[in-house]
């Protein structure tokens, strides 16, 4: 048997792991587990968990969960008697979204009614800039892919108020803004002032374009306080961009998906991303022996009823930093440079000289030493971009560089910044 010297490593505050209980494992992971196997019959179709005191070596065994095994079951599995779920909807007892099918098909998310403002407030707590928010109410302003999370998030073209709800306005009625027609944008912008938001949330490219927006109309909207980076990966071009028209607002990075909740929270670009204690254990599991920073996370849900989820693989790869942590993105979106080097979109940001800016940028890659930097700016790109990038990427590389009006997002209405050939 193993002892706790072998436990597995968490994100979470020692305080919120708790004390070891007789097995070894912290006394509110195995009550979570255990919880788990409770309230869904998946569990235990999948893996028997004895009645014992759990130690590590049977934590390990519970199979991880895929977003692609959750596909493949279907949402239903999750339950003993999904009729009385279905009957559960009409009561308003449940409800259910869709994910984006960003990285697979759309799955199915069934919540408990108030599961997700409860965990939302919780992300809130965890953050000194959000805090005060949780307690008191607000206006805020949503730009992001329709569809985007269990928000209500519109499909049709309602007008203003049909768009308000509980504080919060949802600016967008289609994704893609690189396609918004100018009319369309004099109206979120038009919107955005009457409503005076302190808070405005969205995806990065998104907000960045609003920035673009709000910049060329020649307005200001002073009552911003917080902008919430959230739903994809943010370079810091897309923070500058935002910054400069909305000075003074702080911008915090809230990482998580709809069917896990929140996760992390924390300064944009201060690499200190904590675990949201209430929200998830978070379970950092070794990606490559070379890099003993960098890990893979496995999601298990805290006291959630309808689909909990256990050690559920995100396919995000976090870097540990000294004040925290650091979402390096997708595995997938991750590039293994030939002198060995990891390379996100961290190492393209910091490789881009001072005196560019652009409104976002996505970097390709065609062939084994060939890829293609697509940005959409003002001006075209200073001497020597090309050559920084490519030095960035590792050697014998070339970037080609070219200059859009657009750059098309995927078919969930989310962008990628670093496309590296699937291997």
């Not at 998946?42 to 959750?70: D, M, N």
């Not at 070379?290 to 496995?298: K, M, S, T, W, Y």
């Not at 065609?366 to 971009?385: H, I, K, T």
């Amino acid at each position: 048997m193993e002892s706790t010297a072998t436990a597995s490593v968490f994100a979470n505050a020692p305080e919120a792991l708790g004390a070891a209980g007789p097995g070894g494992l912290p006394v509110p992971l195995e009550q979570e587990v255990r919880a788990i196997y409770r309230r869904s019959p998946l569990y235990g179709q999948r893996f028997a968990l004895h009645t014992e005191p759990l130690q590590w070596s049977c934590y390990r065994e519970i199979p991880v969960l895929t977003k692609q095994e959750i596909l493949d079951r279907g949402h239903t599995a999750f339950f003993a008697d999904y009729a009385e779920i279905e009957r559960g909807f009409a009561q308003k007892k449940y409800e259910y979204e869709h994910t984006s099918g960003s990285t697979a098909r759309p799955m199915t998310v069934v919540m408990e009614d108030g599961w997700w403002n409860a965990q939302l407030k919780r992300a809130y707590l965890a953050h000194p800039q959000l805090a005060h928010y949780a307690s008191r109410p607000y206006r805020k302003a949503v730009l992001a892919p329709i569809g985007c999370s269990s928000n209500l998030c519109p499909y049709e073209d309602h007008p203003f108020p049909h768009r308000y709800f509980d504080g919060t306005v949802y600016l967008n009625l289609s994704s893609d803004p690189f396609v918004f027609a100018e009319a369309e944008w004099d109206r979120i912008v038009l919107e955005l002032q009457a409503l005076k938001p302190e808070v405005i949330e969205g995806e990065p490219v998104y907000l960045s374009l609003l920035a673009r927006a709000v910049k060329k109309r020649r307005v200001s909207v002073p009552s911003v306080k917080t902008v919430i980076l959230t739903y994809g990966k943010a370079s810091r071009q897309h923070s500058r961009r935002i910054a400069e028209v909305f000075p003074g607002a702080v911008q915090v990075d809230l990482y998580g998906s709809t069917e896990a909740g929140y996760i992390f929270v924390g300064d944009a670009f201060a690499d200190n991303l904590r675990a949201i204690d209430g929200n998830a254990f978070v379970e950092l599991v070794a990606w490559r022996p070379e890099l003993p920073d960098v890990f893979q996370i496995n999601v298990t849900t805290r006291d959630r009823e309808a689909m909990p989820l256990l050690r559920y693989f995100t396919g995000d790869i976090v870097r540990r930093t000294p004040a925290g942590y650091r979402i390096l993105g997708r595995e997938r979106d991750l590039y293994f440079s030939a002198d060995g080097r990891v390379v996100s979109a961290f190492e393209i940001d910091a490789a881009m000289p001072e005196n560019f800016a652009c409104w976002h940028w996505s970097l390709v890659q065609g062939s084994d030493n060939r890829w293609d930097f697509q940005y959409v700016a003002d001006e075209a790109a200073p001497a020597g971009l090309d050559q920084a990038l490519a030095v960035s990427l590792g050697p014998d590389v070339r970037v080609n560089l070219f200059r859009r009006k657009f750059i098309q997002p995927a078919a969930s209405g989310k962008f990628a910044l670093l496309k590296p050939l699937a291997r």
